[in-house]
């Protein structure tokens, strides 16, 4: 019908002009002004469970910092410590956009915006846990994070471990224990790696710390949170006496959406970035003791090597503006000195490592998949010297 309707106006169109010579002739012309943006992306595995801990020697077992961070080297400063909007980033290696308040996809608004993500604990949580604890060991005493909104540290338990008989793996007993207080614990399993079997014969008469370190939030890998049962043998018996934590309660639908919309670290500009780094700082050694130091600047056949995309963490850190987390994507990577590239200060140095029968000299680092920032580098690779 369409073609047959132009047909018809090409027609009338004719006659008209055949009808009225003196009519004027016109011209329109068109031009194509559209611009295809091509962008690509790539984004860092959980890590081992960690050995467990020795007997502490001490009755509460609770001192020290449990907690990590993926960020184990040299920060580098861009003279802002804020979790600011995108508008503040360098663009050098993150995606390039707009005013953040405008940032819109497809499919709706960039559910990555604002960027940390924002992370408040429920506001029951508190309530909630001291209600389970009662139910559970009325004599525990309770220490909670209202920023986290978990607990920091229950002491007072003194719950006896019937079932731990010497051959007995304690894991599962312990796990049992905390789900059947999910209020209090807000531990989901299979966030957490599945620890090797510890028997319960090897509780001895100081606190024994056991770990678990968390390899998930959302189903996204994370680097920050470690949780800990602190048990204990009073005569024949295994006690549950304390726990400890250092994590974020599981995610809620709504966040895990916004972690799953953040996009992947812009490998290119990020290897740009590290070719034109001017600051791979090492220390030389001589039997483990400093007697020098030195800096590399990289040269053009030496790689530069990226965690798989999958292996992309998330991390947080307190949000100084408000209660609650801030929740940053991350990925790791390397430089790797080519051997050509070797000098004797950097074979001394704690940048070389051995491997396996070779050697490995270089330098790890890690960005801010999401901005491009890159926010530390550290001598080494895959090993700490001395």
């Known amino acids: 019908m369409k073609r047959i309707r132009l047909l018809i106006l090409a027609g009338l169109s004719g006659w008209l002009m055949a009808c009225s010579s003196s009519a004027p002739e016109s011209d329109a012309g068109s031009g194509d002004d559209g611009a295809v943006v091509d962008s690509a992306d790539s984004g860092d595995q959980p890590g081992d469970q960690g050995d467990y801990g020795q007997d502490s020697g001490n009755d509460d077992g609770l001192s020290g910092d449990d907690g990590y961070d993926v960020d184990d080297g040299d920060e580098v400063d861009d003279g802002d410590d804020g979790g600011g909007g995108l508008d503040d980033y360098p663009a050098d290696a993150g995606d390039a956009g707009g005013d953040p308040g405008d940032q819109v996809t497809d499919d709706g608004p960039d559910l990555c915006n604002p960027y940390p993500l924002q992370f408040q604990p429920h506001p029951d949580s508190q309530a909630l846990a001291e209600a389970a604890l009662s139910d559970l060991a009325p004599t525990g005493i309770l220490g909670w994070s209202t920023a986290r909104g978990t607990l920091e540290i229950l002491t007072g338990l003194n719950l006896p471990l019937t079932q731990c008989g010497d051959t007995q793996d304690i894991f599962p007993i312990l796990l049992s224990i905390s789900s059947q207080a999910p209020d209090l614990f807000q531990l989901d399993p299979g966030e957490w790696g599945e620890p090797q079997p510890f028997e319960c014969r090897h509780v001895g008469e100081s606190n024994r710390i056991l770990p678990l370190a968390r390899l998930f939030l959302g189903g996204s890998p994370v680097n920050r949170d470690v949780f800990s049962f602190i048990v204990k043998r009073e005569g024949a018996v295994v006690e549950l006496k304390s726990v400890t934590g250092n994590y974020l309660p599981p995610a809620p639908d709504e966040l895990v959406q916004a972690m799953n919309s953040c996009p992947s670290l812009d490998e290119i500009a990020a290897e740009e970035v590290i070719r034109n780094y001017k600051e791979f700082d090492y220390i030389v050694m001589e039997y483990c003791n400093p007697i020098g130091s030195g800096t ?14 999958s292996d992309h963490r998330w ?13 940053s994507k991350q990925r790791s990577g390397r430089l790797v000195i080519h051997p050509d590239n070797y000098t004797n200060e950097l074979l001394s140095s704690n940048a070389a490592c051995p491997l396996y029968d070779d050697l490995i000299v270089g330098f790890e680092f890690h960005f801010d998949s999401v901005t491009g920032e890159l926010l530390s580098v550290s001598a080494g690779i895959g090993c700490i010297v001395c």
């Open 296 to 309: 590399y600047l990289p040269a053009q056949n030496d790689t530069v090597e990226f965690d798989p995309v």
């Open 315 to 327: 991390t947080w850190h307190d949000n100084s503006t408000q209660n609650g987390m801030l929740l």
